[in-house]
């Protein structure tokens, strides 16, 4: 496994940073819709409002990180570059943005027009980056980094299981916006966006970030050889037995299990290395990094649940726990690393530092931030302790207690507003970083052997 990122092939600024900020403003529509339905959006999984919050979660606060992500990841540890990285970025975020808003609006107010709204806007989101990603891994598939394998398999099948997501998603939304029967297409349309594309990706992004990042030993080889193709072919073979009638349950059954134990030795595995981490503290990152693996550990007594028991409710705090607290703690946890060091990296990127002029990258070095500065400890950890809550809450709301389906929604704005508070105070150092060095001349240092200007 490569243990180095090439940040010599990081993206411009712009390409990975609007999809990350759609994160807390989604989160605040997703918060304001939670308060307007109060418990009532806990009830059922069909529910208007419910269907509105679980694709505010999934496309406007998951899917915008992970493509984001997608982009950065590969062209830093793959060698993979998405060309041309900022028109593809800018159209692929406009509409999926408004393709987003469309089909909450067409699930709050059943509207047609705006399902088929929706269709338009993210079918063009998603072919736009499906075939660029696509083209680039094809293109660029000779000049991959030799330790790059861990990454690319579980991206392929990621990239795999989102274009299958996405079918049946537009399918089943064709199906509404034209007023016919729904096909009985849900099931697939959760499994692979969720254990497929969701799963994979974060599965793939951790066997790098975690060792790099977090310090922590490699993942066994067995496993990040191994697991990567397992888990789309189960996803396959539940497909398939799940379209098929007269087969026995148990097979089904047996498939589910299979793909839980899969997830589940991965999770453990996470676990123990997030746990001897060389480290020593455990910052905000890691912390949601706990809290994301241990909601998704849940899930398997909650499926457990959903399977055998008699419980309405079970769905929708597997639900949660995949979404909310698995994907979403995580996502949260890797905006705290990666935006923090973008905007570092490209302040020192803006730099203009003549020749031989060791002086003058003196006074750049005293002005530019370091990276620990841009969101400070304190603040991400506040948002870690308020999200836990969120995770808690929903989790409860989800179970049938109400007094948690009240708190649910402005907990959900309370930590949306803290992200967005954490996130803009970045931009606003790196913002006033560079002004500051765009106002000191080239020649504010003096040159070698001479006093340097005042700074």
Known sequence: MQRALDFDKTPALGVPLPFFLNVPVFGLLAGLLAVWAGPQAFTS??????????????????????????????????????????????????????????????????????????????????????????????????????????????????????TLTVLIGLGMAGALGMGMALPDWVGGHILWGLLGWGGLLLMGMSFQLLPIFQLTEIYPKPLTRWLPLLIPGLLLAWTALDASNGLPRLMRETVELLLA???????????????????????????????????LLACAPAWIWLRHGQAPQAAMVLGVLLIVGGLGAIVHGMLYKIVPFLLWKHAQDAMVIPDRNPAQARVYLKILPKMAAYIPVRPAQWHWALYVLVVLSWGLAAAGWPPAGQAAGPLLLASAALLSWNLGRALRLYRHTLRIMAALPHHAAAAPGQPAADA
Do not use: D
């Open 45 to 162: 999984r069909w529910g208007a409002a419910t269907l509105a919050m679980t694709h505010l979660w999934t496309l406007g606060i998951l899917g915008s990180a992970m493509l984001g992500a997608l982009i950065q990841i590969l062209a830093v540890a793959c060698n993979v570059a998405v060309a041309p990285a900022r028109a593809i970025a800018a159209s692929v975020h406009a509409l999926l943005t408004l393709g987003t808003l469309a089909l909450a609006a067409g699930f709050l107010w059943w509207s047609p027009p705006a399902w088929l709204a929706a269709i338009a806007l993210l079918g063009s989101a998603f072919v736009i980056y499906l075939s660029a990603s696509g083209l680039a891994l094809w293109r660029q598939r000779r000049q991959v980094y030799k330790g790059a394998r861990e990454i690319l398999v579980p991206v392929r099948g990621a990239l795999a299981a989102l």
């Open 261 to 295: 134990g899969a997830y589940v030795s991965w999770i453990g595995a996470s676990l123990h290395r997030l746990s001897t981490r060389k480290r020593p503290t455990a910052e905000p990152t890691t912390l949601f990094w706990f809290t994301g693996l241990i909601s």
